[in-house]
């Protein structure tokens, strides 16, 4: 069964880079991409990354992606930190037989 | 614009079915290569896929779930409905309906935009 495993915690300052991780224990990103959602408290999540690397209208371009093929894992990068940043952030991925969301990073812009 | 807005009981004993409604606007469920999915979200918890209704009738649902859970259409409210059989006390959480343009959500794909909710809580 797919297993995404993201990191429960980060914070950074403000202005800072953050990269949140998710990494995958069966299958590939370059197989089943990776979409990349923000929710915030008494939200919805909304995406602000898709396939892969991806980003949708609106999101700004501080919000990028990276795979990295030899650990199985996949970075949201978030540079120029903001306190509006300040949110969970879930990875999402399938494996043909399911649609699995990570256990989600709460990021904390100190 | 496109919205989804889920609606249902708020409270439902355990053994009982959950009847959801997930109504859309700006869009149609049938229009080619659209698709609205379930997710719920326990609380403090990180969301979880239930299954997903496409415009041309196909349903995927998780696996773990699938033989509690029906996805039909709703033609005269332009969405759809999600029914779970005997709930119980885990089933607790916020349900989403959220669409997709994914023809394949097993393969890939993202949803987006999602209704705003509805907490459900199993409870005798």
């Known amino acids: 069964n797919l297993l995404l495993t993201q990191p429960h915690s980060m914070s950074e300052f403000p202005g800072k880079t953050v990269s949140i991780s998710c990494t995958r224990n069966?299958?590939?990103?370059?197989?089943?991409?990776v979409q990349w959602y923000q929710q915030r408290p008494g939200s919805a999540p909304t995406i602000v990354m898709y396939?892969?690397?991806?980003?949708p209208s609106g999101v700004p371009d501080r919000f990028t992606v990276s795979i990295d093929s030899s650990s199985n894992s996949a970075s949201l990068i978030i540079s120029g930190l903001q306190t509006d940043d300040e949110a969970d952030y879930y990875c999402q991925s399938s494996d043909g037989n399911n649609v699995v969301f990570g256990g989600g990073t709460k990021l904390t812009v100190l | 614009q496109i919205t989804l807005k889920e609606s249902g009981p708020t409270l439902v004993k355990p053994t009982q079915t959950l009847t959801l409604t997930c109504a859309v606007s700006g869009f149609s469920i049938n229009f080619g290569g659209v698709g609205v999915g379930w997710i719920r979200q326990p609380p403090g918890k990180s969301p979880e896929w239930l299954g997903i209704f496409y415009w041309d009738d196909d349903q995927r649902y998780s696996p773990s779930l699938r033989s509690r859970l029906t996805i039909t259409k709703d033609t005269s409210r332009n969405g759809v409905v999600l029914r779970m059989t005997n709930v119980d006390l885990v089933d607790t959480g916020t349900y989403y309906c959220a669409r997709t343009s994914s023809d394949d959500i097993l393969r890939g794909g993202w949803f987006g935009p999602w209704g705003q909710g509805i907490l459900v809580t199993v409870s005798s």
């Open positions: 069966s299958g590939t990103f370059a197989g089943d991409y």
């Open positions: 396939d892969n690397n991806q980003r």
